[in-house]
Each structure stands twice: as C-alpha cells, then as structure tokens.
C-alpha cells in the first residue's frame, strides 16, 4: 500500500470513529466486539476544529471551511459555509472532501459467490467479528422501487459510508454511521435530476455532513426527517430518508428476499471474474 493510500485510510477510520453511540448489532450471528476489550473498540474522539482552525475563513460577511488542497495557499479548496445553524469552529475533523470515499460505480454479486468473503473486509472496529460464512456477513438491506432487493455488507460500508446507487428509475444513496450501528437510505433525485453525493469530511455533534457533488452545498440531518441543505447553493433545500433498518446477517436477509444481490464494491476495486455471477 502507498504511503498517500495508508494516510488516507488512518484518517479515513479517525473520522469513521465519530458516529455517536456503540449499539450492538442486531442478530446472534455474528460475535459482537463491543463488550470484548481485546477487540478494538474505538473510544468517540471529538477532534472539534476550534474557532482558530486555518480550515475556517471569513471573508466580510461570508464563511468558508477548508475541503481540499494545501490549507493555505492558492490551491486551497473552499466550501461555503455562510449561514448555517452551527458554529463552524465546533466542527470536527475537516478531513476534506472524498478523504472517505464514496462507492459511485456500485458491482453487485450472488450471496452464494465463494469469492464474497474475500471481497468483503473484516471490520476495524469490531475485530472479533469475522464471519465465516457468506451468510454471516452483516448487511444493511433495501429493496427498490422496482421490488429488486439488495444487501450493502457493513465491512464496505465501514470505509466508505455512503454508496450512490440506481435501480429501474430509482436513484438513491445507502449511507451508514457504523459505530452507531445507524443506516440511512435516501433519494438523490433532486430538481428532476439525479445527483451524487460524498462525504465532505466534516462532522457536527458527531453526526457527520454529506456534499452534493454539482453545487458543493454541505447536507446535515437537522431532525431524524431527512438530509436539509445548510450552506451553499442548495441552501435550505431538503431530502427525506426512504427507511433505516437495523444491519443483519446476509443469511437472514437471503431468507427474506432470496433473489437479493449483494454489493461487491466499486467497479474501480473489483475485478470481473470476481463477480461472475453478478447481476
């Protein structure tokens, strides 16, 4: 792994860690590491940026937070944050846009391939969780519009908290908080058109922000209705969450749904014959 590749990751899974709450996980399948101390656990790490932060600019009655590029300089890469309903030194982590990225070019397989245990990776915060079985997977299910259903592995979601995804007409995104065992299904048509989000790298209370990627305006979830604009050009703009359902056993979700498909991961990261039986 590339040095740049490792420094992503670290902090990647620094920002994972601030998802509030450490619920155990629904289903007796799959030993949870919560209460095992050798497991590593990951304690909440706040890392609130500070009203001082370099990664906050004001500019006469306007508020920019750093996303990307050098922190100073003319290569910084700035988001507007004017007029949103939270300090922005009490942010968290400013990680910058993509430093977790999202799966866009989603690869589904058959929850029988052989080769699903070795595409999912175990997950870094409950280490004693290692299924041996394709049906102990733990995943977060969604069936579309179209009655397609589909299982998001938790060990993906881990790293990449949201996944933008489509099915028939349907264009939605899957995201989760994967210490506080939270998902989140969402639209992503917005104005008649479908839109990709990311995570912006940002985290509030320790719930984190998602971007829209055509306007850079940053999403937060002021109630538990849906994701509200708060900055930027969407400013005010809101998007109610489908459903959120509790993760569970691949085995359990195939029992309930055996035509399901199972996310692989993206398309940059699998190859075809890994996903033979994909659909």
């Known amino acids: 792994m590339s040095a740049s590749r490792l420094l992503t990751l670290l902090v990647g899974l620094l920002l994972l860690g601030a998802c509030a709450g450490q619920n155990e996980w629904t289903g007796d399948e799959v030993r949870s590491a919560q209460t095992d101390p050798d497991c590593g656990v990951w304690d909440e790490y706040r890392a609130i940026i500070g009203d001082d932060s370099p990664k906050i600019r004001e500019d006469g009655d306007s508020t920019w937070v750093w996303v990307g590029g050098a922190e100073s300089g003319p290569n910084a890469e700035w988001a507007d944050f004017t007029g949103a309903p939270m ?6 982590y400013g990680l910058g846009f993509d430093a977790i990225p999202s799966i866009d070019d989603p690869v589904f397989t ?8 070795r595409l999912i990776p175990n997950s870094p915060y409950r280490a004693c969780e290692r299924p041996e079985t394709n049906d ?9 519009e179209n009655g397609e259903a589909r299982a ?5 979601l881990d790293r990449h908290e949201l996944v933008n995804d489509e099915a028939g007409e349907e264009y939605f995104t899957v995201g989760w908080c994967p210490l ?13 058109e479908p839109i990709e989000f990311g995570v912006s790298g940002y985290v509030y209370r320790n719930t984190y922000f998602i971007y829209d990627r055509p306007t850079e305006s940053l ?8 994701w509200t604009a708060v900055s930027g050009p969407r400013q005010g703009d809101f998007i109610p969450f489908i459903e959120s359902r509790a993760p569970m056993p691949l085995g359990q979700w195939r ?25």
């Open 180 to 192: 506080a065992d939270l998902s989140s299904v969402h639209s992503r048509e917005h104005a008649g």
């Open 136 to 144: 102990e997977i733990m995943v977060i299910g969604y069936v579309a």
């Open 87 to 92: 300090e922005p030194g009490e942010l968290q």
């Open 152 to 156: 998001y592995p938790t060990g993906l």
């Open 255 to 279: 029992e309930q749904h055996p035509d399901t498909v199972v996310l692989a991961g993206d398309a940059s990261d699998v190859r075809p014959e890994q996903v033979s039986e994909a659909r």
């Open 110 to 117: 058959r929850p029988d391939n052989p080769a699903l245990l």
């Open 219 to 226: 999403w937060y979830a002021l109630d538990e209705e849906g």
